[in-house]
DNA sequence: AAGTGCCAAATTTTT
DNA sequence: TTTGGCACTT
């Protein structure tokens, strides 16, 4: 290849990029200029770091780093990389560019977009908008009614985006994946037109929208394809099997005919298909650039052998073929924990005072988390940590920018940027004491076919009821468009806005004041209304508690957002049968997503795993309900991890050992075990064991105490007052 | 047409 | 625990 130019070594200066601590396939993907490169490689294995490497590479061979995109997952990770590629190079890094594809679509289609017919002046909605919408279309088109089981507006916005990201028309979709809705198949279709029509018409953009327009950019447009060519000469792609075919094509129309691209993605942390990721990307993209370099580290720097032992244990059992062995010179001899505790409470309990004692011996809060499947599952949790009184911080789950407060204020702002927003028209209009949905419908119909929507407010003719609240609103915006400091723009809505919001949410109102109040602070950041518009729907800023101090407080979250994060103790809990993997998810691509991300969340953990799950789970209707451990937690090979007994001995009905398989208990019967006693057993009888399955005594040792020998699991030496063991022939 | 109160049902993950 | 639908009242 054309090297010639780039030889350059790296500058010895800098501590973090010499040869020692780079392994040599890093080090060979750093120093390779130009042509394609993919990085595969496993958890730990520093990809990430391996991207910086390049950009402080690439930036000391004299590549202007404006022309460097970098496309990552999260904002955040950019931010990370950018700044610690700027420390490599005394900081001439902070110009290069990198976001998220959402988030620099949006950037270049404000730029160039006119060309493709829809103005600047456009708003992105969240899923929370998309359902607000999909939900209005469904009672405005009469798709609602008990004998008609439609499905729900999650189901159908899942559906319609799902389309859009695997490239596929809406009804193949529906047939292959949501068979059981094909009944509603016409109903959906024109449920799809309507929701497209209705973004076009009150100039809406969601999510998907911003790739399809971006790709639809590249394709159609010819001069803004160059300038953008021109301006980028080499992208980079962190997390590349999370991107999704759409995505794919922008990578690839980006790329041009330099080729000048590097991704780097792990095919077993694939956990993103439910919007449209598809790892097939990366076996692809050798296909897609025949001349790529294919680099793949095995190694891990992150955990200790003994959890990088059950981590492969996880994968191994996964039927996709591309999975690695990792292996790690780290040492350690902390097996990994398992833990099931009688309910949803002795687990929350077991975690609490499992970090409270690690606490105590000097491990920093900072460094645990807790990871769980869905954002509810910590609930108990955060009960327990609030009584001991640890700090914590959540991720995951509801954001900030969703609560319907937020929304309402967020609303006026929404308006004065693009005033053909509809969606926050009905809001506010919602917000007048004697008007319904009717009423708004009405009016909200008015202003949009009218030049000027704020006259049009203004003049219409308001009914003696609710005439004097108009009035207010219209003061409102009189005053808001001869403004364009955001701070006053904001202390002007909520002068319009608190008397009505201490109505609306009387209840809990000094609650949701304070994220108003954080609200206040992150705008006042701004000197642009329309950026500071657009980052709280790309990258919502988190609730309340994360804007005191980041000193030492423990994290909850979900998997998902645990992604590309490390910590020196983790803890997962809720590995329940039914919970996680999620009940919905069906043997096979589901099944084994959710297998991943059980992987993803074991291969946070440094140095110490603990894997804990209820043995009992309140349902929906206040009944307890006996469930198993998780399936995955069933495959693993016994050695590689302890079962842990903190329960006092003697509190019945705590299992001490082993753990109970999925069918012992379902019946329920056997709720109130009596007792076995020594005389109940002989040598020979035939017992079965909830864990270790079906075996025969062997020997009556103690005084309650036997050897057992089981088929499966060999000679184990038993307690009768703690193993749960069944009489099957004496 | 708006507001209120009650009962039943649902409940993933996110840029 | 929260949300949505429905019937009933204002």
């Given at each position: 290849?054309?090297?010639?130019t780039?030889?350059?070594?790296?500058?010895?200066?800098?501590?973090?990029?010499?040869?020692?601590?780079?392994?040599?396939?890093?080090?060979?993907?750093?120093?390779?200029?130009n042509?394609?490169?993919?990085?595969?490689?496993?958890?730990g294995?520093?990809?990430?770091?391996?991207?910086?490497?390049?950009?402080?590479?690439?930036?000391?061979?004299?590549?202007?780093?404006?022309?460097?995109?970098?496309?990552?997952?999260?904002?955040?990770?950019?931010?990370?990389?950018?700044w610690?590629?700027?420390?490599?190079?005394?900081?001439?890094?902070?110009r290069?560019?990198?976001?998220?594809?959402?988030?620099?679509?949006?950037?270049?289609?404000?730029?160039y977009?006119?060309?493709?017919?829809?103005?600047s002046?456009?708003t992105?909605?969240?899923?929370?908008?998309?359902?607000?919408?999909?939900?209005?279309?469904?009672?405005?088109?009469?798709l609602?009614?008990?004998?008609?089981?439609?499905?729900?507006?999650?189901?159908?916005?899942?559906?319609?985006?799902?389309?859009?990201?695997?490239?596929?028309?809406?009804?193949?979709?529906?047939?292959?994946?949501?068979?059981?809705?094909?009944?509603?198949?016409?109903?959906?279709?024109t449920?799809?037109?309507h929701?497209?029509?209705?973004?076009?018409?009150?100039?809406?953009?969601?999510?998907?929208?911003?790739?399809?327009?971006?790709?639809?950019?590249?394709?159609?447009?010819?001069?803004?394809?160059?300038?953008?060519?021109?301006?980028?000469?080499?992208?980079?792609?962190?997390?590349?099997?999370?991107?999704?075919?759409?995505?794919?094509?922008?990578?690839?129309?980006?790329?041009?005919?330099?080729?000048?691209?590097?991704?780097?993605?792990?095919?077993?942390?694939?956990?993103?298909?439910?919007?449209?990721?598809?790892?097939?990307?990366?076996?692809?993209?050798?296909?897609v650039?025949?001349?790529?370099?294919?680099?793949?580290?095995?190694?891990?720097?992150?955990?200790?052998?003994?959890?990088?032992?059950?981590?492969?244990?996880?994968?191994?059992?996964?039927?996709?073929?591309?999975?690695?062995?990792?292996?790690?010179?780290?040492?350690?001899?902390?097996?990994?924990?398992?833990?099931g505790?009688?309910?949803?409470?002795?687990?929350?309990?077991?975690?609490?005072?499992?970090?409270?004692?690690?606490?105590?011996?000097?491990t920093?809060?900072?460094?645990?988390?807790?990871?769980?499947?869905?954002?509810?599952?910590?609930?108990?949790?955060?009960?327990?940590?609030?009584?001991?009184?640890?700090?914590?911080?959540?991720?995951?789950?509801?954001?900030?920018?969703?609560?319907?407060?937020?929304?309402?204020?967020?609303?006026?702002?929404?308006?004065?940027?693009?005033?053909?927003?509809?969606?926050?028209?009905?809001?506010?209009?919602?917000?007048?004491?004697?008007?319904?949905?009717?009423?708004?419908?009405?009016?909200?119909?008015?202003?949009?076919?009218?030049?000027?929507?704020f006259?049009?407010?203004?003049?219409?003719?308001?009914?003696?009821?609710?005439?004097?609240?108009?009035?207010?609103?219209?003061?409102?915006?009189v005053?808001?468009?001869?403004?364009?400091?955001?701070?006053?723009?904001?202390?002007?809505?909520?002068?319009?806005?608190?008397?009505?919001?201490?109505?609306?949410?009387?209840?809990?109102?000094?609650?949701?004041?304070?994220?108003?109040?954080?609200?206040k602070?992150?705008?006042?950041?701004?000197?642009?209304?329309?950026?500071?518009?657009?980052?709280?729907?790309?990258?919502?800023?988190?609730?309340?508690?994360?804007?005191?101090?980041?000193?030492?407080r423990?994290?909850?979250?979900?998997?998902?957002?645990?992604?590309?994060?490390e910590?020196?103790?983790v803890?997962?809990?809720?590995?329940?049968?039914?919970?996680?993997?999620?009940?919905?998810?069906?043997?096979?691509?589901?099944?084994?997503?959710?297998?991943?991300?059980?992987?993803?969340?074991?291969?946070?953990?440094?140095?110490?795993?603990?894997?804990?799950?209820?043995?009992?789970?309140?349902?929906?209707?206040?009944?307890?309900?006996?469930?198993?451990?998780?399936?995955?937690?069933?495959?693993?090979?016994?050695?590689?991890?302890?079962?842990?007994?903190?329960?006092?001995?003697?509190?019945?009905?705590?299992?001490t050992s082993?753990?109970?398989?999925s069918?012992?208990?379902?019946?329920?019967?056997?709720?109130?075990?009596?007792?076995?006693?020594?005389?109940?057993?002989?040598?020979?009888?035939?017992?079965?064991h909830?864990?270790f399955?079906?075996?025969?005594?062997?020997?009556?040792?103690?005084?309650?105490?036997?050897?057992?020998?089981?088929t499966?699991?060999?000679?184990?030496?038993?307690?009768?007052?703690y193993?749960?063991?069944?009489?099957?022939?004496?």
């Amino acid at each position: 290849m054309h090297n010639d130019t780039f030889t350059s070594k790296l500058p010895d200066q800098h501590p973090e990029i010499n040869r020692e601590t780079l392994n040599e396939p890093q080090y060979e993907a750093v120093t390779t200029v130009n042509g394609p490169i993919l990085v595969i490689a496993g958890a730990g294995s520093g990809k990430t770091r391996t991207l910086t490497y390049r950009v402080a590479h690439l930036v000391s061979c004299g590549i202007a780093p404006e022309r460097i995109l970098l496309l990552t997952f999260t904002r955040k990770a950019a931010q990370e990389m950018l700044w610690r590629a700027g420390r490599l190079l005394n900081d001439s890094c902070s110009r290069v560019v990198g976001g998220t594809f959402h988030g620099i679509a949006n950037m270049l289609l404000r730029r160039y977009g006119s060309s493709l017919g829809f103005g600047s002046s456009f708003t992105i909605i969240d899923r929370a908008d998309a359902e607000g919408i999909i939900n209005l279309l469904k009672s405005s088109l009469g798709l609602t009614g008990k004998e008609k089981q439609f499905p729900s507006k999650r189901v159908l916005i899942n559906m319609i985006s799902g389309s859009v990201n695997k490239s596929i028309a809406l009804d193949d979709l529906v047939l292959e994946h949501y068979a059981h809705l094909s009944d509603h198949l016409d109903d959906i279709l024109t449920l799809q037109k309507h929701y497209a029509d209705f973004k076009i018409n009150h100039g809406l953009m969601d999510y998907d929208d911003l790739l399809v327009n971006w790709k639809r950019l590249l394709e159609e447009d010819e001069e803004a394809r160059r300038e953008i060519g021109n301006r980028f000469s080499h992208i980079m792609v962190d997390e590349y099997q999370d991107t999704n075919l759409i995505q794919a094509e922008i990578v690839r129309l980006l790329a041009g005919e330099q080729h000048n691209i590097m991704v780097v993605g792990d095919d077993s942390q694939s956990i993103y298909s439910f919007r449209g990721a598809d790892f097939y990307n990366i076996m692809r993209f050798p296909k897609v650039f025949p001349e790529t370099q294919i680099i793949k580290l095995e190694e891990n720097y992150r955990s200790t052998q003994p959890i990088l032992s059950l981590t492969n244990n996880i994968i191994r059992n996964s039927t996709e073929k591309y999975t690695k062995t990792l292996f790690s010179r780290i040492e350690g001899d902390n097996l990994p924990k398992l833990y099931g505790g009688l309910d949803e409470r002795a687990e929350a309990r077991f975690v609490a005072k499992k970090i409270e004692q690690l606490h105590k011996e000097g491990t920093p809060l900072e460094n645990i988390a807790v990871l769980f499947r869905s954002g509810f599952h910590s609930y108990k949790l955060e009960v327990e940590l609030g009584t001991i009184g640890f700090d914590f911080e959540k991720r995951g789950g509801q954001k900030l920018t969703e609560s319907a407060h937020m929304k309402d204020v967020l609303s006026f702002l929404r308006l004065l940027v693009n005033s053909r927003d509809n969606l926050s028209w009905n809001r506010i209009l919602l917000q007048l004491d004697k008007v319904g949905p009717k009423t708004a419908q009405k009016i909200t119909a008015t202003i949009a076919a009218a030049d000027d929507p704020f006259a049009a407010l203004a003049a219409y003719p308001a009914a003696a009821s609710w005439q004097q609240g108009l009035a207010r609103l219209n003061g409102l915006f009189v005053s808001l468009q001869q403004e364009s400091d955001t701070g006053t723009l904001f202390e002007l809505t909520m002068q319009y806005y608190e008397p009505l919001f201490q109505q609306i949410y009387r209840d809990d109102y000094p609650k949701r004041q304070k994220d108003l109040e954080q609200l206040k602070g992150i705008m006042a950041s701004y000197d642009d209304l329309q950026t500071f518009i657009d980052d709280t729907t790309l990258d919502p800023p988190e609730s309340e508690s994360s804007a005191t101090p980041l000193t030492d407080r423990l994290v909850l979250s979900t998997v998902h957002s645990a992604k590309g994060l490390e910590w020196d103790v983790v803890f997962v809990i809720g590995l329940a049968d039914g919970r996680f993997p999620h009940a919905a998810a069906l043997v096979g691509d589901q099944w084994e997503e959710e297998r991943r991300l059980f992987y993803v969340a074991a291969t946070r953990a440094k140095k110490q795993l603990f894997l804990c799950y209820p043995k009992e789970m309140m349902s929906t209707d206040r009944r307890f309900k006996r469930v198993g451990m998780s399936p995955f937690l069933n495959e693993l090979d016994r050695g590689v991890y302890q079962l842990i007994d903190s329960d006092p001995p003697g509190s019945s009905g705590y299992a001490t050992s082993g753990s109970l398989s999925s069918s012992s208990f379902l019946s329920g019967k056997r709720r109130h075990r009596p007792k076995l006693s020594m005389e109940d057993l002989t040598v020979g009888s035939r017992v079965k064991h909830p864990f270790f399955g079906e075996g025969v005594v062997k020997k009556l040792t103690k005084p309650r105490t036997l050897d057992i020998l089981f088929t499966r699991h060999g000679l184990k030496s038993l307690h009768l007052d703690y193993a749960k063991l069944e009489i099957i022939k004496n």
